[in-house]
């Protein structure tokens, strides 16, 4: 882009005074007579155009991506890219918007080109745009570049031809991910109880059958991600005495998210007596995936489901 030069004369700047005052008369005058129209709207664009004008103005999303929470997987995104690329291709309008931001070919597109055009479409996706007449709206996180904050929750709205307009642009923390265990729990085992950091795939620990009854199954996965700053944790306690701190959407046996539960639910044969959120002093958080139906296992003596089985099943 060839940057803008500003010259300054004196000249220039008088006649560029009384254009504007002449301007600003005829401004007055119209509305004075009744004959101001709003701003025209210009060609309307896709949907998938709208909101590549948005993200270009604004920047990319922050939000809890699907292939690395609540674990990453070696190469899952990848993999996804590939096995999602035929349903991305098969929107006409989707697809050619992607191709031809990214300066793509629409023939011939290998691993990584697919992985590009996956990435974009996750973008695309995070952002949610809610029509009013001739424009959207929009509320979305993206990362700060200044200031103290690390994360900004940027709120506007866009005309249906790509004018974006930006109302706020407010401080505010990482997005509250589902990403498992604290690092000092205790899964239940047949030879006792192990620490969470040092199951192992192919491990024997307790989970729940078909038909309901304990039985011990090999471990299938385990995994663990770095949590963003500021995490915060659902820090539990059972009238019983059992206890747990995991994240808030870790999901119960039942299918129940820890962090939608309060004092006084119900919880694996118990009541909960003390329910809080507070600070995660760990980097890590991990979880397990045992063999069997369920997915379940027992933490802390407490029976929970593994969020890898939620991410096998899809939201």
């Known amino acids: 882009m060839v940057p803008r030069r500003y010259i300054y004369s004196p000249a220039a700047c008088i006649q560029a005074t009384m254009r504007s005052a002449l301007a600003g008369f005829v401004a007055i005058v119209a509305v004075a007579c009744g004959s101001a129209t709003p701003a025209p709207v210009g060609a309307p664009l896709t949907i998938t155009q709208v909101k590549f004008a948005v993200l270009d103005s604004v920047g990319l999303p922050v939000y809890c991506d699907p292939d690395f929470y609540p674990i990453a997987r070696q190469g899952g995104e990848q993999a996804s890219a590939i096995a999602r690329y035929p349903e991305i291709q098969a929107d006409p309008e989707l697809y050619s918007a992607i ?55 940027v709120t506007g709205t866009v005309l249906v031809d790509g004018a974006v307009t930006v109302s706020s642009r407010t401080p505010t923390g990482a997005p509250n991910c589902p990403i498992c265990l604290a690092a000092a729990t205790l899964i239940s085992t047949p030879n006792g109880n192990v620490r969470v950091t040092d199951v192992k795939p192919g491990m024997l620990v307790w989970t729940v059958g078909a038909d309901g009854a304990r039985i011990a199954a090999p471990v299938l996965e385990v995994g663990s991600i770095q949590v963003p700053a500021g995490h915060m944790m659902v820090h539990l306690v059972l009238s019983d005495g059992r206890e747990l701190l995991a994240s808030p959407g870790h999901r119960t046996a039942d299918g129940r998210q820890l962090g939608l539960l309060a004092r006084g639910d119900s919880l694996d044969g118990s009541i909960i007596t003390t329910w809080e959120l507070m600070p995660y002093a760990g980097d890590r958080t991990y979880d397990l995936l045992p063999a069997g139906p369920t997915g379940a296992y027992w933490a802390n003596g407490i029976q929970l489901s593994s969020t890898l089985r939620w991410v096998a099943m899809g939201p």
């Open 99 to 153: 191709i031809a931001h990214e300066k793509l070919s629409e023939t011939d597109v290998n691993d990584q080109e697919k992985l590009v055009i996956y990435r974009v479409y996750k973008n695309l996706n995070a952002l949610t745009l809610t029509k009013a007449g001739d424009s959207y709206a929009f509320s979305f996180r993206v990362r700060s570049t200044s200031g103290a904050a690390s994360y900004l929750l």
